[in-house]
């Protein structure tokens, strides 16, 4: 029996879902950030994420997804997609696709590491003519193990 939109298996494939569900989840996040405390955490109910995403969609994947995206994006490795309060659809698009695998002791982002780095690539993309490269770092999401 498959899992239901509020579930997967404890390891495993997250199931991918749409990028735009991502997009929503984590606003969500990011308008409770600033009600955080210093060093604790905030409950947010994932009916809220149901009611705000396609109704096809796992809401336990969203949220995985989402969170990891707020990890990253509190981590500083996403400050290059940064829009003011936003980010660049293609980090959600990122997030929502690439493999990520539920494991005994955490979660296994290195597709999403991955696919940041070709998204960075792409940016800055020199033309084959030019003998110069671009400046910055490939960003380097820790994985969690």
Request: contains cysteine; hydrophobic residues 40%; proline residues 8%.
């Given at each position: 029996?498959?899992?239901?939109?509020?579930?997967?298996?404890?390891?495993g494939p997250v199931p991918t879902v749409?990028?735009?569900?991502?997009?929503?989840?984590?606003?969500?996040?990011?308008?409770?950030?600033?009600?955080?405390?210093?060093?604790?955490?905030?409950?947010?109910?994932?009916?809220?994420?149901?009611?705000?995403?396609?109704?096809?969609?796992?809401?336990?994947?969203?949220?995985?997804?989402?969170?990891?995206?707020?990890?990253?994006?509190?981590?500083?490795?996403?400050?290059?997609?940064?829009?003011?309060?936003?980010?660049?659809?293609?980090?959600?698009?990122?997030?929502?696709?690439?493999?990520?695998?539920?494991?005994?002791?955490?979660?296994?982002?290195?597709?999403?590491?991955?696919?940041?780095?070709?998204?960075?690539?792409?940016?800055?993309?020199?033309?084959?003519?030019?003998?110069?490269?671009?400046?910055?770092?490939?960003?380097?999401?820790?994985?969690?193990?």
């Amino acid at each position: 029996m498959p899992p239901s939109k509020w579930e997967f298996p404890a390891e495993g494939p997250v199931p991918t879902v749409k990028p735009n569900d991502v997009k929503v989840a984590w606003e969500v996040f990011a308008a409770a950030r600033p009600h955080q405390i210093q060093e604790g955490t905030v409950g947010i109910s994932p009916a809220i994420f149901a009611d705000r995403c396609d109704p096809a969609s796992n809401v336990a994947a969203v949220g995985i997804r989402a969170m990891i995206v707020e990890a990253a994006l509190q981590a500083g490795a996403l400050d290059r997609w940064r829009k003011d309060d936003d980010l660049d659809d293609r980090v959600f698009e990122v997030a929502a696709t690439c493999s990520i695998t539920r494991t005994a002791d955490g979660f296994d982002i290195g597709d999403f590491d991955e696919g940041l780095g070709e998204l960075f690539a792409q940016q800055y993309k020199q033309p084959e003519n030019q003998h110069h490269s671009a400046a910055g770092k490939q960003p380097n999401v820790a994985r969690q193990r």
